[in-house]
């Protein structure tokens, strides 16, 4: 999420102050960095510039001097204060980013937006918008506020913190403050001479580096980090850090060979390095097009008459489910392929932290085939591979991925191929020491196109003690047949969770796995069924007085469907809304006679489930809800190309999609049923492993610190019976929260309501999350057979390590689920509205048009274009929007209005371009 970047020094918030007092302290902000300005330029001119203190000090104390008239900020300057829009910017993505360590007053900072490089000193943390800001000293003696995103590379402690504190983060800038910055901007522009030398000194030995890092393989990624790439060219094993940055500059230059990780580069310096193909690849194509070289034209011939066919058969077949693709002619020479793999790789360049070396190349390319008009995006290219054949029809931007395939997609291919199907599996270690639950019902509730189904429920009063009762949790067990050596286990290890797409699933098990899942109603249920159960012993009020957890074995499963089970309780439990269609007929009621005969057992389930659920509202915690927009895709028809085929193809007909919202908070009803007894099977997990000094990692979190302590106090006061608050109370409050982590301490889990001395760990998912199989086989040696018994299979260190792999997977895995999911309820809305232009039947009430929407985040001018954007929510589209306008609105937090899509912008980060309804 993009930070609101204001103009002034000392504004925290825009809702303290009126909009006048804000522009007035643009003037006053302005005023006082050209008096600054003017004294460091004094001063460099003149060493011994005690005198223009001085002078300065008058001129601050009293009337500043005529002379001093307001000016526009520097372009540069303007280039770093635009704010990126912000396009459904969630409290997720808010939260998430605030948990990145901060950046504290005296680091020396590089600033990288909009290829744009600047240096500056830290002079204060902020908050806005729940994103960590900055205020900054730039070397031009500008200040400003920029998002901690923008910081590419830290030196701390560049200053003292009293000398920062002494500059000042606000308006007031007296000649005590005035003089404190002009010497530490004097001093960074000093360091920044010397990193040039060193930049220099090494130009020729970092040019040549790519030989000594370059991969082995040439279409395989590499990896170097600053600090690798300096020794190299240092020759010594601590370069010292100014050489560091020199090394940082010349990668960060050379992104046709170099690309920082720009989520993650500040923390790890750690460059992604390209493999030879792709080089050579830019290479290639950058001398055919200096040279005009004839096969270009070829290319964009051939193109041109991919693309008028595929347009063609898109028309004919516009009302058509998909059908399989036809083969459209021959296949692409390989210079043609050159051409069409660097158009692929361009779709991966989306932030402009470094110069692409696609960004000069692909505009020539797609302009050359002449069948797309305006600007060349993302979007264009994309379009342009689609309709060429050489990508399907449904592919978006995440498939190909770098971060997704090079390890995730990789492993998925490879278990496609059946390359593990040659070992065996093992005999089951836990088979003589097996609970057989007999008879016992089970309890599998789920969604009806659930693709995994791992657990079941039991319930079961205590024979010995009335007011008690024993709750089982029945998780599958594919760790039965799996040992952590075996193939299918290493590629689970590589993928680390099954990957969910609109049109298509990669499961981290393959089917010959599958079986260990709980088994659907259709098959057979009586099948005995090997389990691991984490049984609980709770009291009346909920609490857990007991618990075992057991290899077992299950023989009598049902599942249910989530809404079957709240239509037989009686509970509320999704609200979906489908906004884009009209069903004349009222839905019919599912047949819930199945579950008539396990009711009361049911029963008490959600009695303890509400228990818990009231329980953690005890505490000061809550959760917050918000209408989220999410797209299906029926029949998912995958991704076949995969393994890089470039063979053109035509298709007829679209998948198809449907577009849901889901207006209320996801565990209501069966689903808080089966989350809470999940939280609970999760809790004894970890008691387990404590109990047993058995190493593990934990998930913890720290409750959310709000800049302002009576704010959460508001929050708490607006919470429902479930501990629930509608995000946009929290709107205008600033807040942040301690990094989640995992860890092998017992530790709190403040979302979850989870004290440190339990703590939560993983372990009801093992069929679709590596964590949870890693926790059965910990958990699993010490539930051998005395005469088998034997130390965990994951020592303290293996533990450690895959918690740092999961840490880096899942910070990749949730941005690129939300561009995903962003992409695919866009592109929607966008498919609807070129169906709309195209008929004359409009549905009433129109889905797209006098829709209510909230103002979430205030206006912001964007300079380039001269226009003010005001973020909007739109509930009944579980979207926001960008409200653009010509002139200065006044809109405030939470403010209503009624608003049309305009538009649908496909870009990177698509957008929805509202407009007032009139």
């Not at 990780?261 to 097009?289: D, E, G, M, Y």
């Not at 008879?439 to 008690?468: K, M, R, W």
């Not at 908070?665 to 099977?681: D, I, Q, T």
């Not at 199989?773 to 040696?781: E, F, G, L, N, P």
Request: charged share 25%; glycine share 4%; proline share 7%.
């Amino acid at each position: 999420m993009a930070v609101v970047v204001v103009e002034t020094i000392g504004v925290t918030t825009t809702t303290q102050r009126s909009r006048d007092r804000h522009e007035q302290n643009i003037e006053d902000l302005e005023n006082m960095g050209k008096i600054l300005t003017k004294a460091i330029r004094s001063g460099d001119s003149n060493p011994g510039h005690h005198h223009t203190f001085r002078r300065h000090r008058r001129n601050v104390n009293s009337s500043p001097p005529p002379e001093v008239q307001w000016r526009f900020p520097s372009i540069e300057k303007k280039q770093f204060t635009l704010e990126p829009r912000l396009r459904n910017a969630s409290l997720d993505e808010a939260i998430q980013s605030s948990n990145k360590a901060s950046l504290q007053p005296g680091s020396f900072v590089e600033l990288r937006r909009h290829e744009l490089v600047r240096h500056a000193v830290v002079l204060a943390n902020m908050m806005v918008n729940q994103t960590p800001a900055l205020v900054i000293l730039l070397t031009t003696g500008e200040t400003l506020h920029v998002p901690e995103a923008d910081v590419m590379f830290t030196i701390p402690h560049f200053i003292d913190t009293d000398m920062a504190r002494r500059c000042g983060p606000g308006m007031e800038l007296d000649a005590h403050k005035l003089a404190a910055r002009q010497a530490v901007v004097k001093r960074a522009r000093e360091f920044e001479r010397a990193v040039e030398e060193v930049y220099n000194g090494i130009s020729w030995e970092a040019i040549a580096l790519y030989s000594r890092v370059k991969p082995q393989d040439d279409d395989e990624w590499g990896e170097v980090s600053t600090i690798e790439a300096a020794r190299i060219l240092h020759i010594a094993p601590n370069p010292p850090i100014i050489t560091l940055f020199a090394v940082h500059k010349h990668l960060m230059n050379q992104g046709d060979k170099y690309v920082a990780q720009s989520a993650s580069h500040r923390q790890t310096n750690v460059f992604a390095v390209r493999p030879p193909s792709h080089v050579a690849q830019l290479k290639n194509v950058r001398k055919w097009i200096h040279d005009g070289h004839p096969l270009l034209d070829t290319f964009a011939e051939r193109a041109r008459k991919l693309i008028d066919k595929a347009r063609e058969l898109e028309k004919e077949s516009a009302d058509e489910i998909f059908s399989k693709p036809v083969r459209a002619g021959p296949k692409f020479n390989s210079s043609e392929r050159e051409i069409i793999r660097l158009l692929q790789l361009s779709l991966d360049e989306f932030r402009t932290t470094q110069v692409s070396p696609y960004a000069a190349l692909v505009p020539i390319i797609i302009k050359k085939i002449d069948r797309y008009e305006g600007d060349i995006k993302h979007w264009t290219v994309l379009t342009a591979l689609r309709e060429m054949g050489v990508h399907e029809p449904w592919e978006d931007m995440v498939s190909k991925n770098r971060d997704l395939m090079r390890v995730h997609g990789a492993a998925y291919m490879n278990s496609r191929t059946g390359i593990d199907k040659n070992t065996p599996f093992q005999v089951d270690p836990h088979e003589s020491v097996r609970h057989d639950f007999g008879q016992l019902p089970v309890f599998v509730v789920d969604d009806h196109d659930a693709e995994e189904l791992d657990d079941g429920i039991s319930f079961e009063t205590d024979p010995n003690d009335p007011s008690a009762s024993w709750v089982h949790v029945h998780v599958a067990d594919p760790t039965a047949i799996l040992s952590p050596t075996h193939p299918i286990a290493q590629t689970a290890r590589k993928m680390l969770a099954t990957t969910y797409f609109v049109y298509d699933t990669w499961p981290m098990l393959p089917p010959s796995v599958g079986h260990t899942g709980l088994r659907r109603a259709e098959s057979d249920q009586k099948a005995p069924q090997n389990v691991l159960t984490f049984s609980m012993k709770l009291n009346s009020e909920g609490d857990i007085l007991d618990y075992k957890i057991r290899p077992g074995v299950v023989r009598n499963v049902t599942t249910m469907r989530y809404d079957d089970v709240d239509a037989a309780l009686g509970l509320a439990g999704y609200a979906p809304v489908k906004p884009f269609e009209v069903s004349e007929k009222s839905p019919q009621p599912s047949d819930t006679s199945y579950i008539q005969p396990h009711i009361d057992n049911l029963r008490q389930l959600w009695k303890i489930s509400e228990k818990q659920v009231a329980s953690r509202t005890k505490r000061p915690i809550f959760t917050y809800t918000r209408e989220d927009a999410h797209v299906s895709m029926s029949p998912k028809p995958g991704l076949h190309r995969l393994s890089g085929s470039l063979e053109p193809m035509f298709y007829r007909g679209f998948p198809q999609l449907s577009y849901t919202v889901y207006k209320s908070s996801f565990e209501n009803g069966a689903r808080s049923l089966v989350g809470e007894c999940m939280k609970l099977a999760c809790r004894v997990a970890s008691r387990f492993c404590f109990e047993h000094n058995i190493p593990m990692f934990r998930r913890a979190s720290s409750p959310l610190a709000f800049d302002n302590p009576a704010d959460l106090d508001k929050v708490l006061a607006m919470r429902n019976s479930r501990g629930e608050v509608k995000a946009n109370a929290m709107l205008g409050m600033n807040f942040a929260s301690s990094p989640a982590e995992y860890t092998l301490e017992m530790k709190e889990h403040w979302a979850m309501g989870i004290g440190a001395d339990e703590g939560y760990m993983r372990a009801t998912s093992p069929l679709r999350r590596y964590q949870d199989m890693v926790a059965h086989w910990q958990i699993k040696s010490a539930l051998l057979p005395s005469s088998s018994a034997s130390k965990p299979p994951f020592s303290e260190s293996d533990v450690l390590q895959i918690a740092s792999e999961l840490t880096k997977f899942e910070g990749v895995a949730k941005r690129l689920d939300r561009r995903h999911r962003r992409f695919w309820t866009h592109y929607y809305i966008y498919r609807y509205m070129q169906h709309m232009t195209e008929t004359s039947d409009m549905p009433d009430p129109h889905p797209l048009r006098r829709l209510p929407a909230q103002c979430v985040a205030l206006s912001v001018k964007e300079h380039r274009t001269m226009t003010y954007h005001t973020e909007l929510f739109i509930p009944s589209l579980g979207l926001s929007g960008d409200l653009i306008s010509q002139s200065k609105v006044d809109y405030h937090y939470g403010d209503q209005l009624l608003v049309n899509v305009k538009s649908v912008e496909m870009h990177i980060f698509p957008t929805l371009i509202l407009e007032p309804a009139s």
